[in-house]
């Protein structure tokens, strides 16, 4: 009489992976701040997306006859700036500008620098040599003073401005990955695929990013809060968006300006709400470092 083994469901497969994830997701509740930093994110988010909604404003037209309103006055909670627009609408439309900005550009920052440093760690010799001095060359200068070169040469638009900070904000998560690769290139997983004639390019998609996966997920979150500062630093410096549009960093100028007409109130609602997103996001970043720390250690 023959008996057949029992086949593997794909259940007790899905188990381990479905285990780490509820294990990185307890891990990552364990850390308040963390949590914090998601609540402030989320109702940020909600403001400034789903705020205009309920609350419509023109944002187009300037209204005279309303300028410097103070805070409570004919139906403005937050007052009217210098050319008549609501200061609470103009909030909501400032940091639609600022989130789309930061997390694109810190999205294509960590992109660009991911395979950058993968490429320059696992092949080494000459080529690492050659794309870590560009690296090197290119942090030698001042970021804020690239990102005002670029941004006076070409018109400040939001997808430019997320083409000027991506292209420069890359090269730290570029030695980071590189770090990464160095040691992840003399595993012996990836010598085994290397002698059984893998490529180079399988072993950069297949095994050097994945395996970095942690690293980049961290620094991710940190590049999206430097990418809405570098905004708001050159709307600061007048070169963000030209009106209608707007974002915090030009709000804060504005109200900067008019705090020394007495127009105080017009400068804490942005420079409050460019520091809480800043936090949020570094308080996610550290909660995401506890959760890949612990899968490390469990490796």
Same mark, same amino acid.
């Given at each position: #009489?023959t $008996?057949? +083994?029992?086949?593997?469901?794909?259940?007790e497969?899905e +188990?381990?992976?479905?285990?780490m994830?509820?294990?990185?997701l307890?891990?990552f509740?364990?850390?308040?701040?963390? &949590?914090?930093?998601v609540?402030?994110?989320?109702?940020?988010?909600a403001f400034s997306?789903?705020g205009?909604v309920?609350y419509? $404003?023109?944002?187009?037209?300037t209204?005279?006859?309303k300028?410097?309103l103070?805070?409570? $006055?004919d139906?403005?909670?937050?007052g009217? /700036?210098g050319?008549?627009y609501?200061?609470?609408?103009r909030?909501?439309?400032?940091?639609q500008t600022?989130?789309?900005v930061?997390l694109a550009a810190g999205?294509?920052?960590?992109v660009?620098g991911?395979v950058w440093g993968?490429?320059?760690?696992?092949a080494?010799?000459?080529v690492?040599?050659v794309m870590?001095?560009?690296?090197?060359? #290119? #942090?030698s200068?001042?970021?804020?003073f690239?990102?005002?070169?670029m941004?006076?040469?070409?018109?400040p638009t939001v997808?430019m401005l997320?083409v000027?900070i991506g292209a420069?904000?890359?090269?730290?998560?570029?030695?980071l990955v590189r770090?990464?690769? =160095? !040691?992840?290139?003399?595993?012996?997983?990836?010598i085994a695929?290397?002698? #059984?004639?893998?490529?180079g390019?399988r072993?950069?998609?297949r095994?050097i990013?994945p395996?970095a996966?942690?690293?980049?997920i961290?620094n991710? !979150?940190?590049q999206?809060?430097?990418?809405i500062? %570098?905004v708001?630093?050159?709307?600061?410096?007048? =070169?963000g968006?030209?009106?209608?549009?707007?974002?915090?960093?030009?709000? =804060?100028s504005d109200?900067?300006?008019? $705090?020394?007409?007495?127009h105080?109130w017009?400068? %804490?609602?942005?420079?409050?709400?460019?520091? &809480?997103?800043? =936090?949020?996001f570094?308080?996610i970043?550290?909660?995401l470092? /506890?959760?890949f720390e612990?899968?490390?250690?469990?490796?």
């Amino acid at each position: #009489m023959t $008996t057949t +083994a029992p086949r593997s469901s794909g259940h007790e497969e899905e +188990a381990p992976v479905r285990g780490m994830w509820r294990q990185g997701l307890e891990v990552f509740c364990e850390n308040r701040l963390a &949590l914090v930093g998601v609540g402030i994110f989320a109702l940020l988010a909600a403001f400034s997306f789903l705020g205009p909604v309920f609350y419509q $404003t023109d944002q187009v037209h300037t209204d005279l006859t309303k300028v410097f309103l103070t805070p409570g $006055t004919d139906g403005h909670p937050l007052g009217a /700036d210098g050319v008549g627009y609501d200061q609470l609408g103009r909030l909501m439309l400032g940091g639609q500008t600022s989130i789309v900005v930061g997390l694109a550009a810190g999205l294509l920052a960590t992109v660009v620098g991911t395979v950058w440093g993968a490429i320059a760690g696992f092949a080494g010799s000459w080529v690492d040599a050659v794309m870590m001095r560009v690296v090197d060359a #290119m #942090m030698s200068i001042p970021a804020l003073f690239l990102f005002m070169l670029m941004a006076s040469i070409v018109t400040p638009t939001v997808p430019m401005l997320i083409v000027i900070i991506g292209a420069f904000a890359w090269l730290g998560p570029a030695r980071l990955v590189r770090g990464e690769a =160095l !040691t992840l290139r003399t595993r012996e997983y990836v010598i085994a695929m290397r002698g #059984m004639g893998g490529t180079g390019g399988r072993a950069v998609r297949r095994h050097i990013i994945p395996n970095a996966i942690g690293t980049v997920i961290v620094n991710a !979150t940190f590049q999206v809060a430097d990418a809405i500062l %570098y905004v708001a630093y050159l709307s600061f410096l007048g =070169l963000g968006v030209p009106p209608p549009a707007a974002n915090w960093g030009g709000m =804060l100028s504005d109200g900067l300006s008019d $705090t020394f007409s007495g127009h105080w109130w017009l400068l %804490y609602p942005p420079g409050i709400a460019i520091i &809480l997103i800043v =936090l949020a996001f570094n308080f996610i970043g550290d909660g995401l470092r /506890d959760v890949f720390e612990v899968r490390l250690r469990r490796r």
